[in-house]
């Protein structure tokens, strides 16, 4: 499953980015059933889960972006969004979205396509 996402850039510290992830037409009518989620791996880091959202709109998020990063996803256009608030130099990464599955008490999320990454700078 080839997952497209978008939206990234250079942006300054303080501003605000909006990625898009495009799910590839093979799971159009089935998308609707799956947990999605959005990863990030930072220069030197290991990848981590940034924000996380089920099929029925549950959403879980990394302490380091709670209150300023918002999951979405819009079943109708097959997409699931990222919207980045009050964005730092900590935030600078590669952006992936992810096709996965939450476990039954919703604190895990585990991966089973990654699509390709999106590049996110901010500049200080």
């Known amino acids: 499953v080839q997952l497209q996402a978008s939206g990234g850039g250079l942006v300054q510290a303080g501003g605000s980015l909006r990625l898009s992830c495009a799910a590839p037409r093979s799971i159009f009518s089935t998308f609707s059933t799956y947990d999605m989620g959005w990863y990030r791996q930072a220069p030197g880091k290991q990848r981590e889960l940034v924000a996380a959202i089920s099929s029925g709109g549950r959403t879980n998020y990394a302490d380091a972006v709670m209150g300023r990063f918002t999951i979405s996803r819009d079943n109708s256009r097959k997409k699931v969004y990222l919207q980045m608030n009050g964005l730092n130099a900590e935030d600078t990464a590669v952006y992936y979205c992810?096709?996965?599955?939450?476990?039954?008490?919703?604190?895990?999320?585990?991966?089973?396509?990654w699509g390709r990454g999106t590049q996110v700078t901010v500049s200080s």
């Open positions: 992810t096709r996965g599955y939450f476990g039954g008490d919703y604190a895990t999320y585990s991966v089973l396509d």
